[in-house]
T-cell receptor
Framework: NAGVTQTPKFQVLKTGQSMTLQCAQD?????MSWYRQDPGMGLRLIHY???????DQGEVPNGYNVSRSTTEDFPLRLLSAAPSQTSVYFC????????????????FGPGTRLTVT | RKEVEQDPGPFNVPEGATVAFNCTYS??????FFWYRQDCRKEPKLLMS???SGNEDGRFTAQLNRASQYISLLIRDSKLSDSATYLC????????????FGTGTRLLVSP
């Protein structure tokens, strides 16, 4: 099992450019999420998916699009990059949580470090 | 007020010391609680879930106090390899695992 993989590891964009961050998992997890991590802010949820064909917005969705055509893949698209999107982006996946004391672990990919100039 | 608050540290302790971190959360409807560990420039990894009855995993003990809305992590006999940032994570009340992350507490264990 490769777990959760993300590409690219590093990316530099100019303001206004678009790009897609790739995320794939081989654990047959239903749930997948995208987070961004900024200094002093903690990880914040951008978008998430509870299964193929189903996506929803998280806490900071503006400027990002997602789609989930397969269980394995969950790409994140930056429509028109802005310096405020400079961050580290993590993709995560998990089985559905049963809530309470029985929630399943989220597995994170290694991250993509994005700089927008 | 942040949903999940942690002391950022750093906590500097010698090897073998016992160290404790606390974390408070604001949403009383929160259902699930976790401690994740994040090494420098790496992804977060689950350290342990925090159960209502408290739980222990080797040198690590986690406690939950729902009445006061805080969770704690105790590390006994600290090792150099425990140096990392510890993230307090709470599952919101909206079904799907909309995890809310604290900003983390940095631990530095020295020889």
């Amino acid at each position: 099992n490769a777990g959760v993989t993300q590409t690219p590891k590093f990316q530099v964009l100019k303001t206004g450019q678009s790009m897609t961050l790739q995320c794939a998992q081989d654990m047959n997890h239903e749930y997948m999420s995208w987070y961004r991590q900024d200094p002093g802010m903690g990880l914040r949820l951008i978008h998430y998916s509870v299964g193929a064909g189903i996506t929803d917005q998280g806490e900071v969705p503006n400027g990002y699009n997602v789609s989930r055509s397969t269980t394995e893949d969950f790409p994140l698209r930056l429509l028109s990059a802005a310096p405020s999107q400079t961050s580290v982006y993590f993709c995560a996946s998990s089985y559905p949580s049963r809530g309470g004391d029985s929630s399943y672990e989220q597995y994170f990919g290694p991250g993509t470090r994005l700089t927008v100039t | 007020r942040k949903e999940v608050e942690q002391d950022p540290g750093p906590f500097n302790v010698p090897e073998g010391a016992t160290v404790a971190f606390n974390c408070t959360y604001s949403n009383s409807a929160s259902q699930s609680f976790f401690w994740y560990r994040q090494d420098c420039r790496k992804e977060p990894k689950l350290l342990m879930s925090v159960y209502s009855s408290g739980n222990e995993d080797g040198r690590f003990t986690a406690q939950l106090n729902r009445a006061s809305q805080y969770i704690s992590l105790l590390i006994r006999d600290s090792k150099l390899s425990d140096s990392a940032t510890y993230l307090c994570v709470v599952n919101g009340d909206t079904g799907f695992q909309k995890l809310v992350f604290g900003t983390g507490t940095r631990l530095l264990v020295s020889p």
